[in-house]
């Protein structure tokens, strides 16, 4: 009898055990318990063994402010992901084993901060160039919106951005991944003349991290900024082969920089980049993220010069802005006139030039051949 008792005692004693095993697998929970003992075989698991959790319904973590982030996670976001190979504890360095103890963090954007710098352990080369952008210096200032690696690249599902080293990105990718901060700028943006082109999939027009690199993006409010603009500019439309493709010519470029605002603006930023310029540049009549065709006829930029010019030039009327050719060099059918006269100089200046030249030759040939006839004579 008392053998019996036994055995349904202990039959007992397993399915409580049992029972309470199974309601703390079914019930939410935290990802982070309170301290306890590790269990064994965890301190280095593989993925499946942080998903037998993290698969489950309703599992949140709940931070002191009383936030609670879902922490379920889909086993094919990884699996899709450019960090399929890698094991959970790669980028989680900070948990070893369950209980996962208190959270490193204080709330949802605070944690997403912290394992963005777990990035670093891989990524060296971008972890230091990014130390000196913007959005670093943003982030060291308190701004805790500043963009940090996962709000670029996602934190489970990790994308690339980069078309140039990964041909199967879309070319409106970082477009639309800076939208998520900068809504307004990206609304002027599709409005503009690359943007425009962009949204038909053109890959040979600039998009954000064209003009702002993901890694290395500075301050464009600056002033070493605004002087780099035209170079930045250049860096298409002095391209021979690229502008040829949709008809543009360079000469864009190149009567911008021969022009006196130009030069000025190129001087500047090679020996003073510190120091104010109130010389036009690109931006300045092109506009910033809403830049409209650059073309003889575009309504926009007519309307637009005047304004741009009475910002340095008060007294300016429509003749000023009129008179000037734009950044295409005159020929007889744009611009007779100018061509005509353009070409007048060119041939008289040589002439007369080397008419001196030659009068001067001869000149110093004579007195030469005087000198020394003299002193034959006193010679003799």
Same mark, same amino acid.
């Given at each position: 009898?008392?053998?019996?008792?036994?055995?349904?005692r202990?039959?007992a004693?397993?399915a409580?055990?049992?029972?309470?095993v199974?309601?703390?697998?079914?019930?939410?929970?935290?990802?982070?318990?309170?301290?306890?003992?590790?269990?064994p075989?965890?301190?280095?698991p593989?993925?499946?063994t942080?998903l037998?959790?993290?698969?489950?319904?309703?599992?949140?973590?709940?931070?002191?402010?009383?936030e609670?982030l879902?922490?379920?996670?889909d086993?094919?976001?990884?699996?899709g992901?450019m960090?399929?190979?890698?094991?959970c504890?790669q980028?989680h360095?900070d948990?070893?084993g369950y209980?996962?103890?208190?959270?490193?963090?204080?709330?949802?954007?605070?944690?997403?901060?912290?394992?963005?710098?777990?990035?670093a352990n891989?990524?060296?080369?971008?972890a230091?160039?990014?130390?000196?952008?913007?959005?670093?210096?943003?982030?060291?200032?308190g701004v805790?919106?500043?963009?940090?690696c996962a709000?670029?690249h996602?934190?489970h599902?990790?994308?690339?951005?980069?078309?140039?080293?990964?041909?199967?990105?879309?070319?409106?990718?970082?477009?639309e991944?800076?939208?998520?901060?900068?809504?307004?700028?990206?609304?002027q943006?599709?409005?503009?003349?690359?943007?425009?082109?962009? *949204?038909?999939?053109?890959?040979?027009? $600039?998009? !954000?991290?064209? /003009? #702002? +690199?993901?890694? =290395?993006?500075?301050?464009p409010?600056?002033?070493e900024?605004?002087?780099?603009?035209?170079?930045?500019c250049?860096?298409?439309?002095?391209?021979?082969a690229?502008?040829a493709?949709?008809?543009?010519?360079?000469?864009?470029?190149?009567?911008?920089v021969a022009?006196?605002?130009?030069?000025?603006?190129?001087l500047?930023?090679?020996?003073?980049p510190g120091?104010?310029?109130?010389?036009?540049?690109?931006?300045?009549?092109?506009?910033?993220?809403?830049?409209?065709?650059?073309t003889?006829?575009?309504g *926009?930029?007519?309307?637009?010069i005047? $304004?741009? !010019?009475?910002? /340095? #030039? +008060?007294?300016? =009327?429509?003749?000023?802005?009129a008179?000037w050719?734009?950044h295409y060099?005159?020929?007889?059918?744009?611009?007779p006139?100018?061509?005509?006269v353009?070409?007048?100089?060119?041939?008289?200046?040589?002439?007369?030039?080397?008419f001196?030249?030659?009068?001067i030759?001869?000149?110093?040939?004579?007195?030469i051949?005087?000198?020394?006839?003299?002193?034959?004579?006193?010679q003799?």
């Amino acid at each position: 009898m008392t053998a019996r008792t036994d055995v349904f005692r202990a039959a007992a004693m397993l399915a409580a055990l049992a029972l309470v095993v199974a309601v703390a697998l079914l019930m939410p929970q935290t990802a982070w318990a309170q301290e306890g003992t590790t269990l064994p075989g965890t301190a280095n698991p593989d993925n499946a063994t942080c998903l037998t959790c993290h698969q489950q319904e309703d599992l949140y973590l709940t931070f002191p402010s009383g936030e609670a982030l879902p922490v379920t996670m889909d086993g094919t976001d990884l699996l899709g992901s450019m960090h399929a190979e890698l094991n959970c504890q790669q980028c989680h360095t900070d948990i070893a084993g369950y209980p996962h103890g208190e959270p490193p963090a204080d709330s949802h954007r605070d944690l997403q901060v912290h394992y963005s710098h777990s990035c670093a352990n891989c990524h060296t080369d971008q972890a230091m160039q990014e130390v000196d952008s913007i959005h670093a210096q943003l982030q060291a200032a308190g701004v805790d919106e500043a963009a940090v690696c996962a709000d670029c690249h996602g934190s489970h599902n990790v994308q690339p951005i980069n078309q140039e080293k990964h041909p199967e990105v879309s070319p409106t990718a970082s477009a639309e991944i800076c939208k998520q901060c900068h809504s307004v700028i990206h609304g002027q943006f599709v409005d503009s003349v690359h943007g425009e082109a962009l *949204l038909t999939g053109n890959p040979d027009v $600039p998009t !954000c991290i064209t /003009c #702002h +690199p993901a890694h =290395t993006a500075t301050d464009p409010r600056t002033l070493e900024f605004r002087l780099q603009s035209p170079e930045m500019c250049g860096d298409c439309h002095a391209d021979q082969a690229l502008m040829a493709k949709y008809g543009i010519s360079t000469d864009v470029f190149d009567t911008y920089v021969a022009d006196f605002h130009g030069t000025t603006v190129m001087l500047f930023e090679k020996t003073h980049p510190g120091q104010p310029t109130n010389k036009a540049v690109c931006i300045d009549c092109h506009g910033v993220h809403d830049i409209a065709p650059a073309t003889r006829d575009s309504g *926009l930029i007519q309307a637009n010069i005047l $304004p741009r !010019c009475q910002e /340095c #030039h +008060p007294d300016a =009327t429509s003749n000023f802005a009129a008179s000037w050719l734009g950044h295409y060099a005159p020929n007889f059918e744009t611009a007779p006139l100018v061509t005509t006269v353009t070409w007048f100089y060119r041939i008289l200046i040589p002439l007369v030039v080397g008419f001196f030249v030659v009068y001067i030759g001869l000149d110093a040939f004579r007195h030469i051949k005087d000198r020394r006839g003299r002193k034959k004579e006193v010679q003799a």
